[in-house]
């Protein structure tokens, strides 16, 4: 095999940060290269300085042989370099093909040629294997239809280089299965591709090779058949994890959230119960109803029939300030969207739902607060040079921690943890994982909702799998297979 | 099925339609005079200059940004033709000096905003102070006027009629299209070419939307926003020569708080002031539902502190109206996407 392109001594400094490292490696064609590395470890950087969003500050990078000079967006994208980016970049009011041809518009004079486009568009759809019409405008479309219609835009045009960073944080293991198919095809096509992704069972299915970065070095590049998964753990974190999903807990308790026989627009006869103490798994594909019962539970949304018991109370006239006060917390999937105001603080984020209990006399302690904060930003290893740091600023793993200060804070009983690891590194989610054994141990009632099977089997103790907007079974951690909870899974959808 | 196609189009109508049709339908079955060939052709040409500076105003919006200044070179633009004109310059070359003007402030605009990184709130309305000011101390504030051509030429062209139909006896019963109005259409037409047929609309909904998609896309953000705010002064350049043409003179305030109407109409038309969302048409509607209530009152002689009161209870019912119909508009896209996606 050939190689396309060869980072050649790439260096690259922010302020304060040494991002990357005179990092050199190569990418050969119709390889799969994974790159893995914990949050901040360069890789997103190493990625945009290919797709020209970034300079490099010295190094070269060579591309079928010549070396690319004055990189921008724009040439790196005339050479056939695209990349799917982790947040997504849709615009929402636009439709799928305008979006699929944004900034690069097939014309016809001055005149864009909407036509072709929807039709290609359609065919890049259908190759995706997905039905939805072009027109569709994207503020419509699901996370998870959102995250192909990215694939999407990079297959509609003749990519060499294709970048995937982190593709399938946010889809089920049938859209995962469907993704690794068009990889596959694409490789037979010849295309090379670049795979960061935190799951790192991923890369022994589809990864030719993988590469290590941390803290911006690069650590190894190697043959897949040549490593192990925890040697890779390793060689990412820099230390020993001794145990991934860790198990301190005691002893089962009494109830303490329980759902009756719910019913809303998307769920229908839900019911379930999680009780002291006890971390309870909610299985099931995307759109099959799971965060709609909790966002029900909660009170954010209504519900038709049923109803809903915290520490064995019927909460009536439901809303989330009385679901707070009874002891529950939602901590949601969509970080950006409903857990941090981003352009606010960590400090800020951090206290805006206890406002009232850190200030009991309705005037703010600014001492106390800050004192809080960082109690918090120690306990979850918030890597932070200051709480006054704006979330906006902060990777993907950090603001999670964030979102997870801002609940434990309020000193809740029951939590509901809405695919909380979704899109970070090992090491941090070695160290939610641990924060929620942590919670468990001290007789609080936790609800996972999660999309990663090896992740609802390892922490859970009980686990209820929905489907079609219902409760298909129920398992005990211990005795089930993610066969078995897979199969139920596809049962009802 | 084709009853759910038919409530997609209906969902997929600009915003301000509903509020329009239920104001000109009111006004049409209370005030006597108001549904008159007549009337109608004068509403329209009275609202030329706002739907042309809602047109301009909405693509800001959407885009990310606002334009405060389009009130200031409405007066601005004007007084330069008008006092070219009493100069005794050729019309021709009065409005070009006129629109060349209004495009200097555009351009000014998105300088400070895209280089010198100024919200565009604040630099836009500083500047509309500045466009006042010079109309102010060119006209020291009175009115400009000049006279009358002896002969036809551009002036007298644009300020004729392009079309009279007579339907009756008295003035109610003309319909007088006006070359203005026609103009103004003209222009909104090609914009919204532009806007929906090339890459302008798109690309204003990828800056308003999340600018950084829109650098990664390729698209150049500071090129773009600069050209738009050029185009908005273009638009409330003509503006100014609609208003110049249509008074025959050049009242020097005539510009003062258009802006902010023109705001309100594209606010009611669905545009958001936080950007990447809205339309153009749905803004001109906003601006004819302003002109629709203000001419009905008008002609049924209400007082003028009631008119007041009667287009702000309009502009809220709308809102409510957007927020009404919107939600069910995502209820059901939202049903219809759940599935096609699995």
């Not at chain 1, 040439?75 to 799928?96: K, T």
């Not at chain 1, 026989?261 to 995307?286: K, N, T």
């Not at chain 2, 103004?184 to 990828?206: D, E, H, K, Q």
Request: glycine share 10%.
């Amino acid at each position: 095999m050939e190689e396309i392109l060869s980072f050649d001594k790439i260096s690259k400094s922010f302020p304060g940060v040494r991002a990357l490292d005179d990092v050199s490696f190569g990418l050969m064609r119709g390889e799969v290269h994974a790159i893995v590395g914990e949050n901040g470890a360069g890789k997103s950087t190493l990625m945009k300085i290919l797709s020209g969003a970034y300079t490099a500050d010295t190094g070269r990078m060579i591309f079928e042989g010549r070396e690319i000079v004055n990189n921008s967006p724009k040439l790196s994208r005339d050479l056939g370099i695209q990349m799917i980016y982790q947040e997504l970049n849709l615009v929402p009011e636009l439709s799928i093909a305008s979006n699929i041809f944004l900034g690069q518009e097939l014309k016809q004079g001055l005149f864009v040629n909407k036509g072709e486009q929807v039709k290609r568009c359609r065919e890049a759809l259908q190759e995706l294997g997905l039905n939805i019409s072009p027109n569709t405008l994207v503020k419509n479309l699901s996370i998870g239809a959102q995250q192909l219609v990215e694939i999407g835009k990079a297959l509609s045009v003749n990519a060499k280089i294709l970048v995937f960073d982190e593709p399938t944080s946010s889809l089920t293991d049938s859209e995962i299965q469907e993704l690794f198919r068009i990889i596959r095809m694409l490789k037979a096509r010849g295309v090379g591709m670049f795979y960061i992704s935190h799951r790192l069972d991923e890369l022994f299915e589809i990864g030719d090779r993988v590469t290590v970065l941390r803290d911006g070095k690069h650590i190894m590049t190697d043959r897949i058949e040549n490593v192990t998964i925890n040697g890779i753990i390793e060689a990412i974190a820099g230390r020993k994890i001794e145990n991934l999903y860790p198990r301190n807990r005691g002893e089962v308790g009494a109830p303490m959230l329980e759902i009756n026989h719910l019913s809303g627009e998307a769920f229908q006869d839900v019911s379930l119960v999680v009780r002291e103490g006890e971390i309870v798994g909610m299985a099931g594909l995307i759109g099959a109803g799971r965060s709609e019962v909790a966002k029900a539970a909660f009170g954010i949304d209504k519900y038709k029939a049923g109803e809903v018991k915290i520490g064995g109370k019927t909460v009536s006239r439901h809303n989330p300030q009385k679901t707070k006060k009874a002891g529950m917390s939602l901590i949601p999937e969509n970080r950006k969207l409903e857990g941090l105001a981003l352009s606010l603080s960590i400090r800020e984020n951090t206290v805006i739902a206890n406002l009232q209990a850190l200030n009991p006399t309705s005037m703010i302690n600014r001492k106390r607060e800050e004192d809080t904060v960082k109690e918090y930003v120690d306990k979850l290893n918030i890597a932070t040079s200051s709480i006054e740091k704006r979330t906006m600023f902060l990777s993907g793993g950090t603001q999670q921690k964030v979102v997870l200060a801002k609940w434990l804070l309020g000193k809740s009983q029951v939590f509901i943890f809405d695919e909380p690891t979704r899109g970070i590194d090992v090491g941090a989610k070695n160290s939610i994982y641990e924060l929620m054994d942590e919670l468990a141990n001290r007789g609080a009632a936790i609800l996972m909702i999660s999309s990663e099977l090896p992740e609802i089997l390892g922490m859970s103790d009980r686990i209820y799998v929905m489907s079609g907007g219902q409760v298909v079974g129920e398992f005990n951690a211990s005795d089930t297979t993610q066969h078995q909870i897979l199969e139920l899974a596809f049962s009802n959808a | 099925m084709t009853s759910q196609k038919r409530s997609v189009r209906l969902s997929g109508l600009p915003n301000s339609t509903y509020i329009f049709i239920i104001v000109f339908v009111a006004a049409s079955i209370i005030v006597p005079l108001f549904f008159t060939p007549g009337n109608i052709s004068t509403l329209l040409t009275q609202a030329c200059a706002l739907m042309l500076l809602s047109t301009a105003m909405s693509v800001c919006l959407m885009m990310g940004g606002i334009d405060l200044s389009l009130g200031g070179v409405v007066s601005m633009t004007g007084v330069i033709m008008a006092m070219l004109l009493r100069g005794g310059a050729a019309p021709s070359l009065a409005i070009l000096a006129g629109l060349l003007s209004g495009m200097v402030v555009g351009f000014l605009n998105g300088v400070v905003v895209t280089r010198m990184k100024v919200p565009s709130f604040i630099a836009t309305f500083g500047m509309g102070g500045i466009a006042q000011s010079i109309a102010n101390t060119l006209s020291e504030k009175r009115t400009v006027s000049w006279a009358a051509p002896t002969e036809t030429n551009l002036l007298t062209l644009l300020g004729d009629n392009a079309l009279t139909v007579q339907f009756g006896d008295s003035a109610a019963y003309t319909l007088s299209i006006s070359v203005l109005l026609v103009l103004t259409i003209f222009i909104i037409a090609v914009v919204l070419l532009l806007f929906y047929r090339t890459t302008l609309g798109s690309n204003t909904y990828a800056l308003g939307a999340n600018e950084e998609t829109a650098r990664l896309a390729g698209i150049s953000p500071n090129r773009w926003k600069t050209g738009i705010y050029v185009g908005a002064g273009f638009l409330a350049a003509i503006a100014g020569m609609v208003l110049m043409i249509r008074t025959n003179s050049l009242q020097p305030m005539i510009g003062e708080n258009l802006e902010f109407q023109a705001v309100v109409a594209a606010v009611l038309g669905g545009n958001s002031l936080k950007g990447g969302k809205g339309s153009i048409p749905g803004a001109i509607l906003g601006a004819l539902t302003l002109f629709t209530v203000r001419n009905a009152m008008s002609l049924s002689g209400v007082n003028t502190s009631v008119v007041m009161v009667v287009i702000g209870c309009t502009l809220i019912v709308g809102m409510v109206i957007n927020e009404v119909v919107q939600y069910y508009a995502a209820e059901k896209s939202k049903a219809r996407a759940g599935i096609h996606a699995l």
